[in-house]
């Protein structure tokens, strides 16, 4: 099991654009993580009704069952 927390930045047109780890995991679950935000969609943030570019912090955790 383990955790990884990643920095997104999405442009204006929900376009990933850059991934920084900010809390990385043994076992490979760094990489897992990585990739597979880098094959998931986006969404652009908006503000006063205009799509802008933003940053979110997303938390991937890895349960083993």
């Given at each position: 099991?383990g955790?990884?927390i990643?920095?997104l930045?999405i442009?204006k047109?929900?376009?990933l654009?850059?991934?920084?780890v900010?809390?990385?995991s ?7 993580a990585?990739?597979a ?5 986006f969404s ?6 205009k799509?802008i ?13």
């Amino acid at each position: 099991e383990g955790k990884v927390i990643l920095k997104l930045f999405i442009d204006k047109d929900g376009i990933l654009q850059n991934i920084e780890v900010m809390e990385s995991s043994e076992f490979g679950f760094t990489e897992a993580a990585i990739a597979a935000v880098k094959r998931s969609s986006f969404s652009p943030a908006h503000l006063n009704g205009k799509k802008i570019s933003s940053k979110a912090i997303l938390p991937v955790r890895f349960h083993l069952e």
